[in-house]
């Protein structure tokens, strides 16, 4: 049974469109999107206008479960080097120690909800946490990956599952430390579970998996070439996500160890192109913004996570310029919020060059803009077809609340700038992910019992 809609408006890729009807196949494909249409009998009218889902393309699901607890002063005083992303990097590792299948399902299901609840239709699942918590791989050794995806059907939110290469604890194969233990593979065990999930997931257009090499500190080259080459054999197109240049040490310490800063080395060494998502690249030199602008490679960018850790700035205005892609990402979920990851973006920008609208773009409109790039870069990113209220796309939309007072006698172009900008209560009505109704009226179909697991999971977390 396909499914007809009808919109007062919808942001289509052109622009803001009226009268828009959608018809939307069984499997939850867009196969039309009319403007300037009439509504059938059979069309469900919408309450409000229309645009497309946000893909979120960073996620680690278990990190919303800690979000808060880092925020306690660190030995040395707040401000003090002693507290930065490295002293947050303990506190992660010391919450680890009681988190297991369980309770990893009851967290993640309870992140996707929110994120649904706030716009987000599609996550990149950037998956580390493969063993039990003395370091030994479960029975099923993609046990952990599989309840990420059990808890993303149970929500309906899209899932690039990304199994994470992690094998070192520093550049130049340095050995991992204890703390790291639940996360270490080598290339091919990390392989048999990406081919794992890859099973679970076949013939399923909600889902994707790709590879994450964590970042140039955890692997080698020959460790790096190994996981690329077998994900090449199981998916050549199979998007690829990679943490980088996102703290100035790890810049000082890759220069020391190659020569070259961090981004430098992935353009030189490797084929980096459109599969490629680098996470952060906070720290890039001009030459690097141009280059991974020009590579088709999105840049992955989280600034609420990156304002909470002290990261930097991302080099936005040169890299846009340059024709760069880009997307957001909730990251460790202090935020689940697409409309703060995008208001930080620009207030990071304006606060430091002391100008305003920096980040303007094709329609001059620097909400709509914003959240249009973010979706097709997102969307490049999870390597779907989300982002966009196109045929062939996913039908995943979300139904502006136009009775909140930001909205009121906004015309369809100031609808996002108002949202982005001045939208401090939540403007998200009705949202739809691959052709079906998950949140409506503001609330997941499963908010309750969704809730009630996560409490519980969280009390035995607490001990
Ligand atoms: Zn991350």
């Given at each position: ?39 059938t009998p059979a069309s469900e009218r919408l309450a409000g206008p229309v645009v497309p889902g946000q893909p979120n393309l960073h996620s680690h699901a278990f990190q919303r479960a800690m979000a ?228 088709g490679a999105v840049a992955g960018l989280c600034p609420t996570t990156e304002a909470n850790l002290g990261d930097g700035l991302f080099p936005a205005p040169g890299y846009r310029a340059a024709g ?140």
């Amino acid at each position: 049974m396909s499914l007809e809609l009808f919109a007062p408006a919808a942001r289509l890729p052109g622009g803001w469109a009226r009268d828009v009807s959608f018809v939307v196949d069984a499997e939850g494909w867009l196969l039309s999107a009319t403007p300037d249409s009439r509504p059938t009998p059979a069309s469900e009218r919408l309450a409000g206008p229309v645009v497309p889902g946000q893909p979120n393309l960073h996620s680690h699901a278990f990190q919303r479960a800690m979000a808060g607890l880092a925020e306690r002063v660190a030995p040395g005083g707040g401000g003090s080097a002693n507290d930065s992303f490295w002293s947050w990097r303990e506190t992660m590792y010391g919450f680890l120690a009681r988190l297991g299948p369980d309770e990893l399902e009851a967290v993640a299901a309870q992140l996707y909800v929110e994120m649904l609840e706030a716009g987000y239709t599609a996550v990149g699942e950037f998956h580390y946490l493969h063993h039990d918590p003395e370091g030994r791989p479960y029975g099923e050794p993609a046990e952990m990956g599989l309840r990420l995806l059990a808890a993303a059907q149970a929500s309906g939110i899209g899932l690039t599952l990304l199994p994470v290469l992690y094998g070192f604890g520093g550049f130049g194969g340095q050995s991992a430390g204890l703390a790291q233990r639940r996360f270490l593979n080598g290339p091919e065990a990390l392989l048999a579970i990406a081919a794992r999930l890859r099973e679970a997931l076949a013939g399923d257009p909600q889902g994707r998996v790709g590879l994450a090499p964590h970042s140039l500190r955890a692997v080698t080259p020959e460790t790096l070439r190994e996981g690329l080459a077998g994900l090449a054999t199981l998916d050549p197109d199979a998007p690829i996500h990679i943490h980088v240049a996102e703290q100035t040490r790890e810049v000082e310490d890759c220069l020391a160890w190659s020569g070259s800063r961090p981004v430098r080395w992935l353009l030189d060494n490797l084929a980096i192109d459109r599969r490629w998502c680098f996470v952060h690249a906070t720290h890039m030199d001009e030459g690097e913004t141009r280059d991974l602008a020009g590579s088709g490679a999105v840049a992955g960018l989280c600034p609420t996570t990156e304002a909470n850790l002290g990261d930097g700035l991302f080099p936005a205005p040169g890299y846009r310029a340059a024709g760069g892609a880009w997307g957001i990402g909730s990251d460790s979920h202090i935020s689940v919020d697409p409309v703060e990851e995008l208001r930080w973006l620009e207030y990071g920008q304006r606060l430091v060059l002391r100008r305003r609208n920096v980040l303007a773009g094709a329609s001059g409109h620097l909400g709509e803009d914003l959240w249009a790039e973010a979706a097709a870069g997102g969307a490049r990113a999870l390597g779907r077809p989300v982002g966009a209220l196109a045929p062939g796309c996913r039908a995943d939309l979300v139904v502006l609340d136009a009775r909140q007072p930001c909205l009121a006698d906004r015309q369809c172009a100031g609808l996002m700038d108002a949202i982005v900008f001045a939208g401090n209560r939540r403007a998200v009505r009705d949202v739809m992910v691959g052709g079906r109704w998950r949140v409506r009226e503001g609330r997941h179909e499963a908010r309750e019992a969704v809730r009630a697991g996560f409490d519980r999971a969280m009390a035995r977390l607490a001990g």
